[in-house]
């Protein structure tokens, strides 16, 4: 049987790629990017706090090629900000700090993180500008704690990083090769950056900044169900909260967003109490209860927004109104 090995990042096979297209990557053709959502693998001595250390992971490398040291600053700009997107979309309050290049290499670094007192890494930030920097940064700017734009007070937090970038400039092309022709027909090294989003870490990590004591909350957007539909407990009416159930069911999944983020929990073994804790836990951003009002003659039922701690007694038709405008992940 062969030796196998894994890798950390795939700079150097990636590189090795676009290298062996040798004279025929033209400039006209920068800037390529590639990126590849894969599972990766890692010696981890002591995998603890779920998905945020372990042994299997799944992450996001992209890796790019641009003409100019310029043009791969733009890129570069460009990937951070939709890094920045992503977080806001998910409803996520990070971090965006100055990071070490490491083993990695580059002219520039960034990382994203968010606060946590479990996260491992240390970071200074400035909350009245964009300044931050990870700890592992020198920074002889910094004079007596205070920010070196803005001359605010300087925190320090630990936080879990959740995404990374890096300039690299021609660390990996020029020893491996990786050229383009340009206009005259020169061979230039073509200039490189490698970016990285922790899949399940970001789903790890927003729970863990974003759940109470007792209860999950999820990045509502990549929440498993946005509505979970609570039909009343077996033996009263059964057969009547059931059918509404289904009948709401019916007309919440013709939405176009909610198709797929609707539940029943038909645990009617239960009482609608004990299944509306257990919603609490799993975190469904919204909880609709069949009750009596339900089969009253100006029929209501009861929507919860758990995570704002509000409830409303609706008609169906609004309730399908009010829930029509949740953002999914399929938006």
């Not at 040798?22 to 400039?27: A, D, F, I, K, V």
């Not at 509306?276 to 009750?291: D, E």
């Not at 169906?316 to 399929?330: R, V």
Request: proline share 3%; hydrophobic share 35%.
């Amino acid at each position: 049987m062969g030796a196998a090995i894994t890798g950390e990042t795939h700079e150097e096979l990636v590189t090795d790629l676009i290298s062996k297209m040798g004279n025929n990557l033209s400039y006209k053709k920068l800037p390529v990017r590639l990126y590849q959502i894969s599972r990766k693998f890692r010696d981890e001595m002591h995998p603890r706090h779920g998905l945020l250390r372990s042994r299997e992971f799944e992450m996001k490398d992209l890796y790019t090629f641009d003409t100019t040291e310029e043009n791969a600053t733009k890129t570069y700009e460009i990937v951070c900000q939709v890094y920045e997107n992503i977080f806001n979309r998910l409803g996520l309050q990070f971090k965006k700090v100055i990071g070490a290049t490491g083993n990695i290499g580059g002219k520039l670094s960034h990382e994203f993180l968010l606060q946590s007192d479990i996260g491992e890494d240390t970071i200074i930030v400035c909350n009245s500008c964009q300044y931050g920097r990870n700890i592992e940064i020198e920074d002889p700017s910094v004079r007596e704690n205070k920010c070196p734009r803005c001359g605010s007070e300087l925190d320090q937090m630990s936080a879990i990083e959740v995404g990374h970038s890096f300039l690299l400039g021609t660390k990996y092309s020029e020893i491996l090769g990786s050229t383009y022709k340009d206009k005259n027909g020169q061979n230039i090294v073509t200039q490189m950056g490698c970016y990285g989003l922790g899949v399940t870490r970001i789903l790890q990590a927003g729970i863990e900044v974003l759940s109470e004591d007792e209860a999950i909350r999820w990045p509502k957007i990549i929440s498993p169900y946005q509505i979970c539909i609570i039909p009343q407990m077996k033996g009263y009416m059964e057969e009547k909260f059931m059918e509404l159930a289904n009948n709401l069911y019916d007309e919440l999944v013709t939405v176009p967003n909610l198709r797929g983020e609707v539940v029943i929990d038909d645990r009617t073994r239960f009482t609608v109490g004990n299944r509306l804790t257990q919603a609490n836990r799993l975190g469904y951003p919204y909880v609709v209860v069949i009750g009596k009002s339900a089969i009253d003659e100006e029929q209501k039922f009861e929507l919860q927004d758990i995570y704002n701690k509000t409830t409303d007694f609706l008609s169906s038709s609004q309730i399908i109104s009010k829930l029509s405008n949740i953002k999914t992940a399929g938006q």
